[in-house]
């Protein structure tokens, strides 16, 4: 699986969109990206994955660069309840196991 | 509800004991995962079935620990002799081979050894 690099930590004001980016440059040519979110003391919740198209679902929507080596979550109107640990994986699609890193952890206040 | 559940949600167990948690995959599912996850940490990945077979261990997974899931349908992990570093998050999830959609995941069982 192509490691992964996520900022820590961000910040995002109620009601804006909230914009969270993932480098993978060494990511394969038949890897997805996927994307998680794990709220405190739950289990991580799948968002969305994509491999070469940009995706969009009633959660989020994913845009992967044209060179597939970063790509971007956005949550186009961020609340609180969206306040978690926001995941980015890249791995094939049938692969046996997820491999998490940290993560970035978003912050929505009002 | 068709989600994953799992059982108990909290264990508080004094060292030494054993101890056995349980999850329950969505039905159609056919792979089952089993994650810890301790504090600050993202989940690490300790063991997957594909139906009744344990196809791969990982290394986290000493010889206290054992899974099982006899029918292809509900799994047991169960951790003998426990330690206090084995406090943690107990996660399992579930998705069916073959589709690229993600993982299911339940809340979790949370263990306090002491």
């Known amino acids: 699986d192509a490691k992964t690099t996520q900022p820590p930590s961000m910040d995002c004001a109620e009601g804006r969109a909230a914009n969270l980016p993932c480098n993978h440059s060494?990511?394969?040519?038949?890897?997805?990206v996927y994307w998680y979110r794990q709220i405190h003391s739950q289990g991580p919740q799948y968002i969305i994955h994509?491999?070469?198209n940009n995706e969009t679902n009633e959660m989020a929507s994913l845009i992967i660069t044209e060179d597939r080596k970063s790509s971007t979550l956005i949550l186009p109107h961020a609340t609180l309840r969206d306040t978690a640990v926001y995941y980015c994986i890249a791995q094939t699609g049938t692969a046996s196991k997820l491999t998490f890193g940290t993560g970035t952890r978003l912050q929505v206040t009002l | 509800d068709t989600g994953v559940s799992q059982d108990p949600r909290h264990k508080i167990t004094k060292r030494g004991q054993n101890v056995t948690f349980r999850c329950d995959p969505i039905s159609e599912h056919n792979r089952l995962y089993w994650y810890r996850q301790t504090l600050g940490q993202g989940p690490e990945f300790l063991t997957y079935?594909?139906?009744?077979?344990?196809?791969?261990k990982s290394r986290l997974l000493s010889d206290r620990f054992s899974a099982e899931r006899p029918k292809g349908s509900f799994s047991t992990l169960e951790i003998q002799r426990t330690e206090q570093g084995d406090s943690a998050m107990y996660l399992c999830a579930s998705s069916w081979e073959g589709s690229s959609y993600g993982y299911t995941f339940g809340s979790g069982t949370r263990l306090t050894v002491v």
């Open positions: 079935f594909q139906n009744e077979a344990q196809l791969e």
């Open positions: 060494t990511i394969s040519g038949n890897e997805y």
């Open positions: 994509g491999l070469k």
